[in-house]
């Protein structure tokens, strides 16, 4: 099992910037993939980013985001981390982290208990 903690979210005004931030526990070594989802209120959770393991990770993001935010990876302390800039309104919502393990040729989902990231205008 993984458990992921996330911290760094708040309330922040429009052009501001914040780091997201998810510590994973457990059976970190079977983790593959981690990443970034989002689900802004009223709507269904999307993906923001994602990082894999191994290298130096490669990384993809979604088009809302390309150029604003960045993921990265701490492989010493099991850590992602997603910074946010020229954050806008729009990118308000709950903040969840995940892990992807593959264990005995399964894939299994893990999430984080999300965060709150609020953007004013």
């Known amino acids: 099992q993984v458990q992921l903690v996330e911290s760094g979210g708040g309330l922040v005004q429009a052009g501001g910037s914040l780091r997201l931030s998810c510590a994973a526990s457990g059976s970190t070594s079977s983790i593959n993939t981690m990443g970034w989802y989002r689900q802004p209120p009223g709507n269904q959770r999307e993906l923001v980013a994602f990082i894999t393991s191994g290298g130096g990770g490669s990384t993809n993001y979604a088009d809302s985001v390309k150029g604003r935010f960045t993921i990265s990876r701490d492989n010493t302390k099991n850590t992602v981390y997603l910074q946010m800039n020229s954050l806008k309104p729009e990118d308000t919502a709950v903040y969840y982290c995940?892990?992807?393990?593959?264990?005995?040729?399964?894939?299994?989902?893990?999430w984080g208990q999300g965060t709150q990231v609020t953007v004013s205008s």
């Open positions: 995940n892990a992807l393990t593959v264990v005995g040729g399964y894939v299994h989902d893990h």
